[in-house]
C-alpha cells in the first residue's frame, strides 16, 4: 500500500546481514593483503600507519598489525626530533584510546600503549592513571587494565598506601573484585611488613576483617575466598629436618629430608659431620639423582665414597636449633634419625596467629550453620582445622573431605587428594611416634601418594586396595625393599620405581599395567626381584615365567 514502509521479513533481514558481512570480510581482506606486502617490500611510511589503522579501529585484536605500527614508528622516529616524536606518539595513544572504547579488555592495545609510554620523551604517567581511573569506573574488573595500573603506579612513584586505598574503594563498590584483592596482595607485604613474617599480624587482623564482612556478605563468591586463603598461608616454616638416613649398600650415601623445600644455598645453614671429620665439599642431588642446583627440592642425598663397610661412624647434623646425632653400627648396612611425630606435617603458628585462626574458624563455623552447602565456607574450615591443629581435629577434616566432594562432585579428584593427604599424614605421625620400617596404607581409598619423603627410612610399604593411578614420588623411598601394589588402577610404574636400588619384591596384581613394561624394567634393574603383575605373570630369580592367574 501506497505510504507505509514495508517490513523485512525474518530471512530477507538475515539475507542481507549475510550480504553485509560478505562485503565486510571482502573489503577486510584487501586491507590485510595491502598491509602485508607493504610491510614484506619494508615500505615504513605514513600510508601504512593510515591503513594499519583502518584496520584495527573496528578489530584490534590483530597482534601481527601492532608489530608493524612498532615498526613504522621507530623508522620514523630516526629522522625526529623530540617534540615531533611527542606529538606522533601523542597522536598514536589517542588513536588507543578509541580502540580501547572498541575492546577495553584487548592485549594487544594495552601491551602497545606501554610501548609508545616507554618510548615517548615526556611521558604524563598522571595523565594515564587518570585513564585507568575512566576504565576502571567503566569496568571495575578488568584486569587487563589493573595490569596496566599497577605498570604505571610504579612508573610515577604512586604511593603504596595511596593504592591500597584504592583497592579498598572499589572492593566496597564490588566485593566480587579478583583484581583489587590480587593487587591487594601485593601492596599489603610492602606496607605492613612483619619481623618474622611477610605480614605483620596487625594488618593481618584487619583484612581478616575485611574478607569477612566480603564472604559473609556474599558466601558464594569465591574471590574474596581465595583472598582469605592467601591470609592463611603467609607464615613462613622455620627450616628444620624431618628424616635422615645413611646406607652403606647398594651405593653408599646420605640422604637429609626438610620440612619444606629448600636450594642448594639452603645448605650453608645445615653443618655435617661423617666420623671425626665434617664432609668435604658434599655433592648434593635431588632424590631422583639430577645434578645439584639452586631448584628447591624436600630431599636431597650425597654419596658417601669413603664410608667405612666394617666400622661403626657416627653422624652429626646441625640446623640451628638443631643437633642431630645417631650411629651407623658395624653390622648395620643403613641407620636413620627421626624427628618427633608432633613435627610432622604441623603448621608453624605464633601464639598470636593462633589466637586470629581459633577467631577465623569460629566465624567459618557461624556462616556454615547458616549456609551448610556452601563449598568454600567447607573448605576454608577444612584447612583452618588443619591449620591449628590436624591431630585434634582429623576426625572432623575427614568429615569435610567428604562434604566437598558431595556438594562439588566436579572437583572430586581434588578433594579425594585431600582426603588421602589428611589420611597419609595421620598415619605418618603413627610412624614416627613408633618408630617402624613398616607403613601399612592399604584400604584407605587413597588417590595419591603423599609425603613419600617422610617415608625414606621405610623398607615395607603396602599401598593395596585403594585407588591410585600412578605411584609418583616413589623414588623418595631409598631404603625400600617391598613395594605392594594391588589392587590399584595403575598403569605406568616405570618411572620413579626404577631408582630403588634396594627393590626385592614388588607385587602389582590387579592393576592396569601392561605387561611388557613390568617384564622390560624387572630386565633392565633388577636380577632378584619378584614381580606379580596383573595378567598373571611371576618374574623370579633367573626369569622362569608361569602363568599365576
Same mark, same amino acid.
Given at each position: 500500500?501506497?505510504?507505509?514502509?514495508?517490513?523485512?521479513?525474518?530471512?530477507?533481514?538475515?539475507?542481507?546481514?549475510?550480504?553485509?558481512?560478505?562485503?565486510?570480510?571482502?573489503?577486510?581482506?584487501?586491507?590485510?593483503?595491502?598491509?602485508?606486502?607493504?610491510?614484506?617490500?619494508?615500505?615504513?611510511?605514513?600510508?601504512? =600507519?593510515?591503513?594499519? &589503522?583502518?584496520? *584495527?579501529?573496528? /578489530? !584490534?585484536e590483530?597482534?601481527?598489525? @601492532?608489530?608493524? %605500527?612498532?615498526?613504522?614508528?621507530i623508522?620514523?622516529?630516526?629522522?625526529?626530533?623530540?617534540d615531533?616524536?611527542?606529538?606522533?606518539?601523542?597522536?598514536? =595513544?589517542?588513536?588507543? &584510546?578509541?580502540? *580501547?572504547?572498541? /575492546? !577495553?579488555?584487548?592485549?594487544?592495545v @594495552?601491551?602497545? %600503549?606501554?610501548?609508545?609510554?616507554?618510548?615517548?620523551?615526556?611521558?604524563?604517567?598522571?595523565?594515564?592513571?587518570?585513564?585507568?581511573?575512566?576504565?576502571l569506573?567503566y569496568?571495575?574488573r578488568?584486569?587487563?587494565?589493573?595490569?596496566?595500573r599497577?605498570?604505571?603506579?610504579?612508573?610515577?612513584?604512586?604511593?603504596?598506601?595511596?593504592?591500597?586505598?584504592?583497592?579498598?574503594?572499589?572492593?566496597t563498590?564490588?566485593?566480587?573484585?579478583?583484581?583489587?584483592?590480587?593487587?591487594?596482595?601485593?601492596?599489603?607485604?610492602?606496607?605492613?611488613?612483619?619481623?618474622?613474617?611477610?605480614?605483620?599480624?596487625?594488618a593481618?587482623?584487619?583484612?581478616?576483617?575485611?574478607?569477612?564482612?566480603?564472604?559473609?556478605?556474599?558466601?558464594?563468591?569465591?574471590?574474596s575466598?581465595?583472598?582469605?586463603?592467601?591470609?592463611?598461608?603467609?607464615?613462613?616454616?622455620?627450616?628444620?629436618?624431618?628424616?635422615?638416613v645413611?646406607?652403606?649398600?647398594?651405593?653408599?650415601?646420605?640422604?637429609?629430608?626438610f620440612?619444606?623445600?629448600?636450594?642448594?644455598?639452603?645448605?650453608?645453614?645445615?653443618?655435617?659431620?661423617?666420623?671425626?671429620?665434617?664432609?668435604?665439599?658434599?655433592?648434593?642431588?635431588t632424590?631422583?639423582g639430577?645434578?645439584a642446583?639452586?631448584?628447591?627440592?624436600?630431599?636431597?642425598?650425597?654419596?658417601?665414597?669413603?664410608l667405612?663397610?666394617?666400622?661403626?661412624?657416627?653422624?652429626?647434623?646441625?640446623?640451628?636449633?638443631?643437633?642431630?646425632t645417631f650411629?651407623?653400627?658395624?653390622?648395620?648396612q643403613?641407620?636413620?634419625?627421626?624427628?618427633?611425630?608432633?613435627?610432622?606435617?604441623q603448621?608453624?603458628?605464633?601464639v598470636?596467629?593462633?589466637?586470629?585462626?581459633?577467631?577465623?574458624?569460629?566465624?567459618?563455623?557461624?556462616?556454615?550453620?547458616?549456609?551448610?552447602?556452601?563449598?568454600?565456607?567447607?573448605?576454608?574450615?577444612?584447612?583452618?582445622?588443619?591449620?591449628?591443629d590436624?591431630?585434634?581435629?582429623?576426625?572432623?577434616?575427614?568429615k569435610?573431605?567428604?562434604?566437598?566432594?558431595?556438594?562439588?562432585?566436579?572437583?572430586?579428584?581434588?578433594?579425594?587428594?585431600?582426603?588421602?593427604?589428611?589420611?597419609?599424614?595421620?598415619?605418618?605421625?603413627?610412624?614416627?611416634?613408633?618408630?617402624?620400617?613398616?607403613?601399612?596404607?592399604?584400604?584407605?581409598?587413597?588417590?595419591?601418594?603423599?609425603?613419600?619423603?617422610l617415608?625414606?627410612h621405610?623398607?615395607?610399604?603396602?599401598?593395596?586396595?585403594n585407588?591410585?593411578?600412578?605411584?609418583?614420588?616413589?623414588?623418595?623411598?631409598?631404603?625400600?625393599?617391598?613395594?605392594?601394589?594391588?589392587?590399584?588402577?595403575?598403569?605406568e610404574?616405570?618411572?620413579?620405581?626404577?631408582?630403588?636400588?634396594?627393590?626385592?619384591?614388588?607385587?602389582?596384581?590387579?592393576?592396569?599395567?601392561?605387561?611388557?613394561?613390568?617384564?622390560?624394567?624387572?630386565?633392565?634393574?633388577?636380577?632378584?626381584?619378584r614381580?606379580?603383575?596383573?595378567?598373571?605373570?611371576t618374574?623370579?630369580?633367573?626369569?622362569?615365567c608361569?602363568?599365576?592367574?
Open positions: 500500500m501506497h505510504g507505509r514502509v514495508k517490513v523485512r521479513t525474518t530471512e530477507e533481514q538475515e539475507e542481507a546481514k549475510k550480504k553485509e558481512r560478505a562485503a565486510k570480510v571482502q573489503m577486510y581482506r584487501q586491507l590485510s593483503s595491502k598491509i602485508y606486502e607493504k610491510r614484506v617490500s619494508g615500505e615504513y611510511d605514513d600510508e601504512a =600507519l593510515k591503513l594499519t &589503522e583502518k584496520a *584495527l579501529t573496528p /578489530n !584490534p590483530i597482534s601481527t598489525l @601492532w608489530n608493524y %605500527r612498532r615498526e613504522i614508528f623508522e620514523k622516529m630516526k629522522s625526529l626530533d623530540a615531533a616524536v611527542k606529538v606522533a606518539l601523542g597522536s598514536e =595513544l589517542h588513536f588507543l &584510546e578509541n580502540c *580501547l572504547r572498541v /575492546n !577495553p579488555k584487548c592485549y594487544g @594495552w601491551h602497545h %600503549r606501554c610501548w609508545v609510554m616507554e618510548n615517548s620523551p615526556s611521558p604524563d604517567w598522571i595523565m594515564e592513571k587518570k585513564l585507568c581511573d575512566q576504565f569506573k569496568d571495575e578488568n584486569f587487563h587494565c589493573w595490569d596496566y599497577r605498570y604505571v603506579a610504579a612508573k610515577a612513584n604512586v604511593p603504596a598506601d595511596e593504592e591500597f586505598m584504592f583497592t579498598s574503594e572499589k572492593i563498590d564490588n566485593f566480587s573484585n579478583y583484581s583489587a584483592w590480587h593487587y591487594r596482595s601485593k601492596l599489603l607485604p610492602r606496607l605492613h611488613p612483619g619481623d618474622k613474617q611477610e605480614v605483620s599480624e596487625a593481618l587482623a584487619k583484612e581478616y576483617e575485611l574478607v569477612q564482612n566480603a564472604f559473609f556478605t556474599d558466601p558464594s563468591d569465591q574471590s575466598w581465595l583472598y582469605h586463603r592467601w591470609l592463611l598461608g603467609r607464615e613462613t616454616c622455620p627450616l628444620t629436618i624431618n628424616a635422615v645413611i646406607t652403606r649398600t647398594p651405593a653408599p650415601s646420605l640422604t637429609v629430608t620440612n619444606r623445600s629448600v636450594g642448594l644455598s639452603d645448605f650453608a645453614h645445615v653443618s655435617t659431620r661423617i666420623g671425626d671429620a665434617p664432609l668435604a665439599e658434599p655433592l648434593w642431588s632424590s631422583v639430577k645434578p642446583n639452586d631448584k628447591p627440592a624436600s630431599m636431597w642425598v650425597c654419596p658417601l665414597d669413603n667405612s663397610t666394617d666400622k661403626s661412624v657416627q653422624i652429626e647434623l646441625t640446623c640451628d636449633p638443631q643437633c642431630i650411629t651407623l653400627e658395624t653390622e648395620s643403613d641407620a636413620f634419625w627421626l624427628s618427633t611425630a608432633y613435627e610432622i606435617c603448621s608453624y603458628n605464633t598470636a596467629t593462633s589466637t586470629i585462626l581459633e577467631s577465623e574458624l569460629s566465624s567459618c563455623e557461624q556462616l556454615l550453620e547458616l549456609e551448610p552447602q556452601n563449598k568454600w565456607c567447607i573448605l576454608t574450615t577444612m584447612l583452618l582445622r588443619q591449620s591449628l590436624p591431630v585434634k581435629h582429623h576426625e572432623d577434616i575427614i569435610h573431605c567428604s562434604a566437598l566432594i558431595a556438594v562439588d562432585p566436579y572437583r572430586r579428584g581434588y578433594y579425594s587428594d585431600l582426603l588421602s593427604k589428611q589420611i597419609t599424614e595421620s598415619a605418618l605421625r603413627n610412624l614416627y611416634g613408633n618408630p617402624t620400617r613398616e607403613l601399612d596404607l592399604s584400604n584407605k581409598g587413597l588417590t595419591k601418594l603423599h609425603h613419600a619423603e617415608m625414606v621405610v623398607t615395607m610399604l603396602n599401598l593395596s586396595n585407588q591410585l593411578t600412578s605411584v609418583h614420588g616413589v623414588h623418595h623411598l631409598k631404603c625400600l625393599e617391598e613395594l605392594m601394589l594391588d589392587h590399584n588402577l595403575i598403569r610404574v616405570q618411572t620413579g620405581i626404577a631408582s630403588l636400588l634396594k627393590l626385592r619384591v614388588l607385587s602389582l596384581k590387579n592393576n592396569r599395567i601392561l605387561s611388557n613394561s613390568i617384564i622390560a624394567l624387572a630386565h633392565n634393574r633388577y636380577k632378584s626381584m614381580l606379580v603383575v596383573a595378567i598373571g605373570y618374574v623370579c630369580g633367573v626369569w622362569q608361569k602363568t599365576s592367574r
